[in-house]
């Protein structure tokens, strides 16, 4: 009987790596899961923060894939490696600040190690030819295999037929007659497969589970940069950045004004790190400040929170301010009015 | 038994899961973890991932606002 061979599976969580996968499984290879967390991956954080959203359904959809699949999964790590690809992405940006070609190119080059330490055989990825506009187009697809090391090690069963061939399917590993040859935007071959191999349930697919996707996310990101004058970042950056209305009234600080209490609970977890603001008086958001802040910006910054609380119409609201020594005292202050707050202020 | 403590308050998943991944990486059959979380995601999450992995959740409770999940560590030689 002949040695059974092992894929590592880029598992995002999505339709076509939980297809890519099962296809190998037909094949009698063992497979086992990869999943990379960036930090900017949505739906697990925003899921977590927001309290309207607590009620939903909270899988981790990579999980939920390995575990319909019936095979193990491995999270990585890659956030402070993933730094760079952010923030110098040899390839460009995509229609936000997301990396995508670099993105994809570096999760192969992590698999290929991984598939190396594991005394793994081959990586194999949910890609699809004209699915992506950057990262998974006829001309990037070899950028992919090539620039990440992986070479004829990386097969995608998807779009398999339309690509040269593998390493796994020259040495018969797997049949390339039994592969496929998906290409564009069109979901319907995928979903015509997941129907034929019975699969009903699955992640709708929309290329939107990364954050620098996002517009509102990437423009809060770029401004963050430009307020620091570089382009580093810490977690607690991009978590903050996920959260509240963002307000720069002056170049040398903004404030995070919750939007509802599940954002104002885990905005609380910050309240060491950053200047905050409460209102007392009135019911009304938490409020983070980021920034080297004097008198004057503190009293500004508290009639734009005021303005937000339900005191917004009274003549005074106190809030209590707390600085980064830990020291706490209150203010009274007229709620700012709303033609007061220009637009340049809400990034 | 040996037990080791994952404090992973404040982290939102899947950083509790890695944790405890990676804690039972380097852990003998039989070990137990612990994790103690603020994510009620993790409810979800480290039993999944536990499930999948061949380790076994032997207790999940919700205290004082934290969600403490125990896994026992089961190693297997692969395939």
Partial sequence: MSEQRKAAVLISGGLDSLLAARVMLEQGIHVEGINFFTGFCVEGHTHAIRKRDQKKD?????????????????????????????????????????????????????????IQAKGF????????????????????????????????????????KNLPETLPERAGWVDRERLYGFSGRSRKPQMALAAS????????????CCFLTDE??????????????????????IMLLKVGRHLRPASHFKVII??????????????????????????????LIDGDIDDQDVEL????????????????????????AGDTRTLKVHPMQGHEIPKEWLI | MSRQIIDCRRLLCPMPVIRVQNAIELLPDGSLVEAICTD?????????????????????????????IVVEVVQDSGP
């Avoid at chain 1, 191999?197 to 697919?205: F, N």
Wanted: net charge negative.
């Fill in chain 1, 301 to 324: 910054i508290a009639r734009l929170v005021a303005r937000y609380s339900q005191g917004r119409n009274a003549d005074e609201v106190e809030l209590s301010f707390t600085d980064l």
């Fill in chain 1, 216 to 237: 509102s996310y990437a423009i809060k990101l770029k401004d963050l940069w430009h307020a620091r004058g570089n382009r580093e970042y810490e977690m607690d950056d």
């Fill in chain 1, 197 to 208: 191999l019975g699969i009903e349930d699955y992640a709708q697919p929309a290329g939107g």
């Fill in chain 1, 258 to 287: 919750a939007r509802e209490e599940g954002e104002a609970n885990f905005m609380q977890g910050y309240r060491k790190l950053y200047p905050h603001l409460k209102t007392v008086s009135h019911g009304g958001p938490f409020a």
């Fill in chain 2, 40 to 68: 009620p995601g993790a409810l979800n999450d480290i039993p999944a991932w536990s499930r999948i992995n061949g380790h076994r959740v032997v207790e999940a409770r919700t205290e004082d606002g934290e969600y403490i």
């Fill in chain 1, 58 to 114: 909270k899988r981790n959809n990579a999980l939920w894939v390995a575990e319909q699949l019936g095979i193990k999964l491995h999270i990585v790590d890659i956030v402070e490696e993933y730094k760079q690809v952010l923030i110098n992405p040899n390839h460009g940006y995509g229609a936000n600040l997301n990396p995508c070609l670099d993105c994809k190119v570096f999760m192969v080059r992590k698999a290929h190690e991984w």
């Fill in chain 1, 121 to 160: 055989d081959f990586i194999v990825t949910g890609e699809v030819i004209g699915q992506r506009p950057m990262s998974q187009r006829k001309d990037t697809m070899p950028v992919v295999s090539g620039e990440s090391g992986a070479e004829d090690l990386l097969l995608r069963p998807l779009c398999a």
